[in-house]
């Protein structure tokens, strides 16, 4: 499963999309927006069918390079806050080490080469009276 | 022959423009389209030594031939994903 | 939040205890029961004191070793069949390499020292007529 | 003095039981207990090798003396987690 979405990313879905018999292992991870400084949202620009191709051609690469049974990615497009969940990788393997290698090669991957790009969203300027 | 050009972040923001049209000669290579478009769009210019450009959602060399409707995409380094 | 549980593990449940507004990272790893060669379901058998304070302490350290902000470990107890969620460890950090790092340490620890045995539950005869 | 052994796995089917009691003296450490209680359960004899003992829910040196009341359990190789 391949999806960018501009709703809330359903974590129980990523994660039966790559449910199997045959696993042993499932790894998740999850990208969340961090409260940094100033940071209250991010907003993630894509340009989603070139994103939706690489993704897809991602998550074939990582199952021939670590003989993973199955992996999903979903990533949000627009505006994600504090908390958020804003990229979404699951990754089932027979054994948790691939699935944990498999699960991280990825994000390294998605941030890598995916045509995504997040930015702070500018605040709103406030005007006294 | 008539190009699709597509901006993303900081490259949008720049062009004020998500999407341009482009007329170029048939043979056009996507180096010889990038050289005219930074031309006509020197504020881009600074950028091209960390431009990724896609022809029709592949990442292309400046050697590859375009054709009409082809769409070209000017990709800012990417930052995808979490924090 | 550290629970040995009879009932199916809640994924969203353990995933919720471990957010945080200042992570950037949440790494879930879930071990699923596998179908192996007449493998139907799996028994698993825990010391439940002992398993909850080794966990716990388990959980301290891997904070500590790896400065995440919050883990959480969930276990199952009893028969958990083909496809069923056994163990649920879930990890929030800023940066997504010490929750991988953490995740997959503290699942190697768990199959080290805590007291949990598996079993295959034996099949019952059948008896003809 | 009194001391409940807890047994688990395949310790509780060799002995066919979960939880026995078991007197001795005060002043008893961990190693004298293991003695004389797998000299009455000899078929648990030999997996001393690999047998884990807990005393009161932590892991005990054979060195640990033993105190009235005490729980100590004999733990199997553990096998928890993923298949």
Redesign the interface.
């Given at each position: 499963m391949i999806e960018m979405t501009r709703r809330r990313i359903d974590?129980?879905a990523v994660?039966d999309s790559v449910?199997?018999?045959?696993?042993?292992?499932?790894?998740?991870?999850?990208?969340?927006?961090?409260?940094?400084a100033d940071v209250a949202a991010?907003d993630?620009?894509?340009?989603v069918?070139?994103?939706k191709?690489v993704l897809a051609d991602l998550a074939e690469r990582a199952k021939a390079k670590f003989g993973v049974l199955d992996l999903s990615i979903a990533?949000r497009i627009g505006r994600v806050p504090?908390?958020g969940d804003?990229?979404a990788v699951a990754c089932?393997a027979?054994?948790?080490?691939e699935?944990?290698e498999a699960?991280?090669w990825v994000?390294d991957e998605?941030?890598?080469?995916?045509?995504?790009?997040?930015?702070v969203p500018p605040r709103r300027v406030r005007r006294s009276r | 022959m008539r190009l699709r050009v597509?901006l993303?972040?900081?490259y949008?923001e720049i062009a004020d423009a998500k999407e341009l049209a482009w007329t170029a000669e048939p043979g056009t290579t996507l180096g010889q389209f990038l050289d005219a478009f930074l031309a006509a769009h020197p504020r881009l210019a600074p950028h091209r030594g960390s431009m990724l450009v896609?022809v029709n959602?592949?990442v292309a060399d400046p050697t590859a031939v375009l054709h009409e409707g082809d769409e070209v995409?000017l990709?800012?380094p990417?930052?995808?994903?979490?924090?």
């Open positions: 974590v129980d994660l449910r199997r018999d045959e696993a042993g292992a499932v790894v998740l991870f999850l990208g969340t927006v961090r409260a940094d991010l993630y620009e894509v340009y069918p070139m994103a191709k990533h504090v908390g804003s990229v089932a027979a054994h948790r080490r699935a944990f699960c991280a994000m998605v941030k890598r080469i995916v045509p995504i790009w997040k930015s | 597509m993303f972040a900081t949008r896609a959602l592949a995409a990709l800012p990417v930052s995808g994903g979490c924090p």
